[in-house]
Every structure is written in C-alpha cells, then in structure tokens.
C-alpha cells in the first residue's frame, strides 16, 4: 500500500445534501460518528467519507441503510458485529491491503464504543496500515454535558450487567472511584440497578438521559433514593439509557467514623435499624456497609 497523505481534505458542502463533486478519499479504514438520535447531527466530513467509502462497515445493515437512505448516499454494506467479526475482519483487511476505501460506523454514535470494532482497529494498526477519525456524535459526551455531575475526571465503564450477582460485583469494581461514573444501561432493569447503587455505593447524585437528541429527550437528576421513589410511581421509561452516577468522596469515612456515629445513636435510645439508616442518611455510605459495621457493634457489646 502507497504511503498515505498526512493531509487529505475533501470540498467544503454548500447544503448537508450536495455530495456531488466530492474529491474520493485515499484507501484506509475510516471511523465514522453517525447521530445517535437526531438525524441533523452528522458532520460534513462525515457524509463525505459514508459517500467516498467502497464499503461500510456497521453494526446493522437494517439501521445503516436509514441513514444512508436519508442522504442518498447509495453504498455496499457490510455488517460486522460479535457473532461474525472473526470470520469478517480478514476480509476488511485484505480489502484495505487491496487499496481500498473503508468506513466503519456503529448503529449509533462513535464506533468502537461498546462494539467489535476496536480488535478490527487493533489489526489494522498491526498491519500497518491506515486508519483515522472522523470524530461527532457521544451518547456518553451528551448525557455527561447535561447530567450537572462533575464532568472532570469521568469514566466510561459500559453495560451493566443483566444478572443480579454480577451487577453486585461490576458495580463493586468502580465505587472507590473519586469519577463521574457512565454506565448503558437498559428501561427494563433500570430500577434494579439502582438498588444495586444504593446496597453497593451508598447514598449517592445520580442522572438518568434517555433519548437524547430525539423528541422525547429527557434527563432525570437527584440522590439514588429520590430517582428510586420517582421511578416506581410512573410509567416505566423507554428508549437507551444513560446512566452517571457520582464519583466516591475524596475523603471517605473510615470503619471507626462510622462506628463511632452509631455507638451515639445507640447511646440515644436508638434501635439498630433507626442507627443504620440515620448513618447512611447522614454520610451517603453503603448501607451493607454500615450494617455489617453494626452488626460487630452489637457483638462487642453482647
């Protein structure tokens, strides 16, 4: 493969559908944003490399071909997702080795985020051969812009898993962390997952985004028992959830803060249950925490 030009541009678009007259892109394999709800929110550059491609890659040829239908852009699809990558992934390469131009899009916003696509990236880049950005449209960007959580540092953590134990200890996995967590996740165990939150992580902000860039676009904010409340006294949501959740206090109490906080509210009159709860309330920790905490308590005690 000739060496790649370190700076291609392609004619500036007077209308979002004027792709005539285009300069073809150079062969290499080209990682496409596409909207991930409102249809306006695809670049020029982005139009311009979906109709310079030889081929699209994409997770459904279904999805793609809407979007491509939108603005006449008339390509050869290609899906690529888990259950065919090994198999489909030797035949982009070759095809990039073959000079040719290749995008790769997911069914919604930036590829390789939460899909296949990254081993694909990983065997060009062992290959040697070409492969860039056409950067746009987040989920995890958007709903982290609107969530009011603190943007800086966050991270990224994926879907949480469907199975209770798992959850448990997925969500185990990140509740140390000072970041803005960002999980996918799905309307049907939304509720669950906050439970999950709240006997893992404790007391903490939360925000909800659904539906971003669409009609029914919504964000729903506050502590985890205030979204649990809100939740089951109305319909259950629909759409792709994004969830962030607040990162861990930078300075957490200790085992003997905590302890010390419920030997007073013992020594109030207190039961054990009123203490756990009051604690949790007051310091925004695990309850499983606090409770194993008083459950040695009254041992010590006995």
């Known amino acids: 493969m000739k060496p790649h030009p370190k700076n291609s541009f392609v004619k500036t678009l007077d209308e979002p559908s004027d792709l005539k007259g285009f300069c073809k892109y150079p ?3 080209y990682l496409v944003a596409t909207p991930i709800g409102n249809l ?15 081929f699209i890659v994409c997770e459904d040829t279904r999805v793609s071909q809407k979007l491509l239908t939108h603005y006449g852009i008339k390509a050869k699809l290609q899906a690529y997702h888990d259950h065919n990558a ?4 030797p035949k982009i390469i070759e095809g990039l080795k073959d000079n040719k131009t290749i995008a790769l899009i997911s069914d919604a916003g930036m590829p390789l985020i939460s899909d296949p696509g990254y081993k694909l990236v990983r065997a060009v880049v062992e290959e040697g051969l070409y492969v860039t950005v056409v950067p746009g449209p987040s989920s995890v960007l958007a709903a982290l812009c609107l969530s009011g959580l603190n943007p800086l540092p966050f991270t990224f953590c994926g879907f949480i898993p469907a199975k209770e134990q798992q959850r448990k200890s997925f ?3 990140f509740k140390d962390l000072t970041h803005t967590l960002i999980f996918f996740d799905t309307p049907q165990r939304l509720v669950d997952t906050l439970d999950a939150i709240q006997e893992v992580m404790g007391e903490r902000r939360v925000a909800v985004a659904r539906e971003l860039t669409k009609k029914f676009e919504e964000v729903l904010r506050g502590s985890v028992s205030f979204l649990q409340e809100a939740l089951q006294n109305q319909a259950p949501l629909k759409g792709e959830i994004v969830l962030l959740v607040e990162g861990q206090s930078i300075n957490p109490l200790s085992e003997q803060d905590l302890e010390d906080l419920l ?5 109030q009159g207190k039961s054990g249950k009123e203490a756990v709860s009051e604690v949790q309330a007051k310091t925004q920790q695990p309850r499983q925490k606090i409770y194993k905490i008083m459950l040695r308590l009254k041992d010590t005690l006995r």
């Open 27 to 29: 062969p290499g394999l």
């Open 40 to 54: 306006e929110d695809i670049t020029l550059r982005a139009l311009t490399t979906l109709k310079s491609a030889d």
């Open 86 to 89: 090994e198999k489909v992934r």
């Open 171 to 173: 969500l185990e996995s």
């Open 263 to 267: 030997k007073e509210l013992l020594a």
